[in-house]
């Protein structure tokens, strides 16, 4: 196969594989420790803009300090920062699982006519048990939205970004609360009208949001223009769904109250009837020490501990039958997780020449509004039209098995997962007819 040398980058002990995401203020990127073959989440900061408010570079230290303390079943465990001369790694348990918004389709799912209520409760259970053990660490997030929500391989929540929203508003540059994609649809009234606000209160209604998004599949305070939105929060001016039960609504109203001091606290949380079903509360040991040394070391910006950030050339680690294995195993029809979620990327061997699938690609993508971006084989799609979290990036690159058998990657690179699932079915039409399926026996798949 055609495929030249590729690089291996690695920062100190960490192998550092794909972007996974860009959030607000950071990329995120797999990586991998070369010492155990742990795979990691590494946050990646640009120090200058980290360091250069006092202020707020004290606070992050002080919250980045308390999270590796925090050793919470439902938190991304914060394993080590480290720098290098530029820039700041946040090493992180590495959420395997995904995104729990993508889990929503699975979640809406009637059984009997009924929806079933059980899955974004056990959730809903879980983010609470995170949110009151950070909080009782003095540690508030501040910023709870669906992107900070993942899963484990095991399916549990895994909330991340705990202790970080600092990094955010820095991002902002306005002091105020700043999200990703501009719309503060999961803020509380008191932040949105920036009034001053207690993290603790401001972080359930946003809890409260969630849960809401988690029964019904939609927002609750949604609108195009931004005026419009906040008075809708302010007024806490929402439509349930008629099939919520009335125990769900019932919580949903407490959580959801404009007022910061009457609006329900965790402890009434607990005991209310609807959240007490099935509830095991969440076991686990406390960390009563952890090294700090690194995070000091950061925030000193002490050169002697600077990590190293080397490029090495490797030689391409798959074969043309690992190809073929791998796509057999990721053919269309598995994009979909068994559990109901969806991958953010995926490949499938295709028949035809390269250049035609170039053009079948694009032909599938200029008119759902991509800008295309074309260097040899591999393509960058950037969809111009701002989604649920901004715009959507998609990356294809096409690989040569045989002159007539090909493998396309498909893989997001910034937005939503469910909006690149929606890009994906509509090229997965286009692409149909090119599609090598396991199975096929025709003389151009043989080669
Ligand atoms: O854009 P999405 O939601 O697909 O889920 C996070 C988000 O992906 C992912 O990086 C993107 C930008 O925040 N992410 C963040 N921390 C992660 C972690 N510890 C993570 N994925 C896995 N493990």
Known sequence: MNRPKVQRRIVGKYEVGKTIGQGTFA????AKNTETGESVALKILDKQKLLKNNKMAGQIKREISTMKLINHPNVVR???????????????EFAMGGNLFDKIP????????????????????????????????????RDLKPEN????????????????????????????LHTACGTPNYAAPEVVTDQGYDGATADLWSCGVILFELLSGYLPFEDSNLMTLYNKITAAEYNCPSWLSPGAKNLIVRIL?????????VPEILEDAWFKKDYKPTLFEEKDKANLADVEAVFRDSEEHHVTEKKEEKPTPMNAFDLISMSRALDLGNFFEEEGGFKRETRFAATGSANELVQKIEAASKPLGFEIQKKNFKMRLENVNPGRKGNLEVATEIFQVSPSLHMVEVRKTKGDTLEFHKF????????????????????????
């Not at 914060?78 to 992180?92: G, P, Q, R």
């Not at 109250?257 to 606290?265: Q, S, W």
Request: with cysteine; net charge positive.
């Open 78 to 92: 914060v394993y080590e920062v480290l720098a290098s001369k530029t820039k700041i790694y946040i090493v992180l």
């Open 424 to 447: 994906y079915k509509k090229l997965s039409t286009t692409l149909n007819d090119v599609v090598w399926k396991s199975g096929d026996t025709s003389d151009s798949n043989n080669k």
């Open 106 to 141: 699975k979640l809406m799912q009637v059984h009997d006519g009924r929806l079933k209520e059980d899955g974004a409760r056990s959730y809903f259970q879980q983010l609470i048990n995170a949110v009151d053990y950070c909080h009782s660490r003095g540690v508030y997030h």
């Open 27 to 30: 990329k995120v990127r797999y």
């Open 257 to 265: 109250d404009p007022n910061p001091t009457t609006r329900i606290k």
């Open 149 to 176: 929500l993942l899963l484990d391989a095991q399916g549990n929540l895994k909330v991340s970004d705990f202790g970080l929203s600092a990094l955010s508003r820095q991002a902002g540059g306005d002091g105020l």
